[in-house]
Nanobody
Framework: QVTLVESGGGLVQPGGSLRLSCVVSGSTRDYYAIGWFRQAPEKERERVSCFTTQTGMTRDADSVKGRFTISRDNAKNTVYLQMNNQSPEDAAVYYC????????????????????WGQGPRVTVSS
């Protein structure tokens, strides 16, 4: 069983930076990837970044490419999402989740196949 605990949300000004953390408990044999998702009010949950366990390959949504970076510290069992140059469109509740079911591709873009959702830190972008 994989469990995840997110932290690091808060208020950031446009153009500012924020880092989210996700502590992962469980064997790496139990999941294919760790993904970061976000959900804004009245919007669908979307995958913003993903880290593939086996290869270290990462994927990013077009909306955050070049601004957000996902990484993992294996010693600390922690996955990070570094968010730079943030804009108001980045405001949302962010979640990390483990991809535990294969749906044709590792780091599948949709939330289906992921589990271990936490409460999620909220990121607010405002001046």
């Amino acid at each position: 069983q994989v469990t995840l605990v997110e932290s690091g949300g808060g208020l950031v000004q446009p153009g500012g930076s924020l880092r989210l953390s996700c502590v992962v408990s469980g064997s790496t044999r139990d999941y294919y990837a760790i993904g970061w998702f976000r959900q804004a009010p009245e919007k669908e949950r979307e995958r913003v970044s993903c880290f593939t366990t086996q290869t270290g390959m990462t994927r990013d949504a077009d909306s955050v490419k070049g601004r957000f970076t996902i990484s993992r510290d294996n010693a600390k069992n922690t996955v990070y999402l570094q968010m730079n140059n943030q804009s108001p469109e980045d405001a949302a509740v962010y979640y990390c989740a483990a991809e535990v079911t294969f749906y044709g591709a590792v780091c599948y873009v949709g939330p289906v196949g992921y589990g271990g959702w936490g409460q999620g830190p909220r990121v607010t972008v405002s001046s």
